[in-house]
């Protein structure tokens, strides 16, 4: 477990401050740094903009199911997805969009996925918490809680009984952190010394439920000591800090070495779209207004000269017409046939398998078709 300094930003002064105290850093930095600096600025702000704008897609109605929004967690994923090379591998939990842009996968397919579309990024059947792309190593995406954990885990081990050398970055939330799927899942990774990054966002709620609340060692990237994984904590409002702890962590695991990375970061609305987050108090969200790490990464460049107010409308104005392009694109795509339904399902007919299309009768089963028949 690595030594930390760091903790938990107390006040919007102190971040305030943080980020003035970074201009002193500009004096040595060349032109592909600064204009590393600028491109998580322009992809922060892209996931701000597309989350802003998915959820009022839903309160139009024109998404529906679970929406789980990346909204303050925008310098967390720039950070951690810089560390990527293309061929490594992404799991992520049912907070993915921004994950899945980021990874390259095209807005207008991510967007049509959440509208429940046929170009969807999942054929429109998946939705906003079931993402996957092949060709971009997103292995998903995935609703049930921690369930992404043991898959990665998997991954990894593929990976190194090929003898490749890529490696798998697993994010989950601080609540996940209590299931029993992470710590054995932690335990097999460093006992076979998988070549894998847990990431855990720890955004200090799991639904309503603090983390002081629920997690008996609060400190989350301290249980990585339990199986003897190096372990470390970042400021995940900062997307330079994360991008070099997520360097660090990747490097690790590709020389066999699994890490647990904890980003301790912001979820700035409810759990979900439909939760109005009415447990938070008037001054916490005051609070939480002020670490905002689009506003505070904006300020920053600012700072450090790289970027002005013409700059930062241009960026927005692309970031907006983007986003304005995805949802066009989602809107007229149609949606996917009832009949393919269970395309792409891997069970294969059992008896009494239900695989009845809602409004078949319950005790008359459709003809189960053949094996095979079903892609
Ligand atoms: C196995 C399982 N149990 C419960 C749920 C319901 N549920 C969905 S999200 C969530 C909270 C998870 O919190 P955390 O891990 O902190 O992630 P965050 O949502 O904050 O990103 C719960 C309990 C679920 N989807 N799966």
Not at 108 to 115: C, K, S, T
Not at 234 to 243: C, E, I, S, T
Request: charged residues 25%; aromatic residues 8%.
């Amino acid at each position: 477990m690595t030594a930390q300094t760091w903790t938990p930003r107390k006040t919007g002064q102190k971040a305030a401050a943080a980020a003035r105290g970074s201009s002193a850093k500009s004096a040595g930095r060349t032109v592909e740094d600064g204009e590393r600096l600028v491109d998580f600025y322009r992809r922060m702000l892209l996931i701000r903009r597309f989350e802003e704008r998915a959820a009022r897609g839903y309160t139009q109605a024109l998404i529906g199911g679970y929406c789980h929004l990346n909204l303050g967690e925008e310098a967390a994923v720039v950070g951690l997805l810089s560390a990527l090379r293309p061929s490594d591998y992404l799991f992520t939990n049912y907070r993915e969009h921004g994950y899945a842009i980021t990874r390259g996968i095209d807005p207008n397919r991510v967007m049509a996925e959440l509208y429940g579309r046929v170009d969807g990024v999942s054929k429109g059947w998946g939705g906003s918490m079931h993402m996957f792309d092949i060709d971009k190593r997103m292995l998903g995406g995935y609703g049930i809680v921690g369930g992404q954990i043991p898959l990665a885990t998997g991954a990894a081990l593929a990976i190194d009984y090929r003898g490749g050398d890529e490696v798998v970055l697993c994010t989950m939330g601080d609540g996940t952190t209590n299931i029993g799927a992470f710590h054995e899942s932690l335990n097999i990774a460093a006992l076979w010394n998988l070549p894998i990054v847990y990431v855990i966002i720890n955004n200090r709620l799991g639904m309503g439920t603090t983390v002081e609340k629920s997690s008996a060692e609060p400190e989350l990237y301290r249980r990585g000591s339990a199986y003897r994984m190096a372990s470390e904590r970042v400021d995940g409002l900062d997307p330079v800090a994360v991008a070099a702890a997520a360097a660090r962590a990747a490097a690790s695991a590709r020389d066999g070495k699994p890490f647990l990375l904890e980003v301790v970061s912001e979820r700035l609305r409810g759990h979900s779209v439909v939760d109005p987050a009415k447990y938070r108090s008037a001054e916490e969200v005051a609070e939480l207004k002020e670490h905002d790490p689009v506003h505070t990464f904006a300020a920053r460049l600012v700072d450090e000269g790289l970027l002005d107010a013409d700059s930062l409308a241009k960026i927005d104005e692309e970031a907006t017409a983007r986003v304005a392009e995805a949802a066009a694109f989602a809107e007229a795509s149609a949606f996917p046939e009832v009949s393919t339904l269970f395309d792409y399902t891997y069970a294969t007919p059992v008896p009494n398998d239900s695989r009845r299309l809602p409004g078949q009768p319950l005790f008359e089963p459709a003809p189960i078709p053949e094996y095979g028949a079903v892609r």
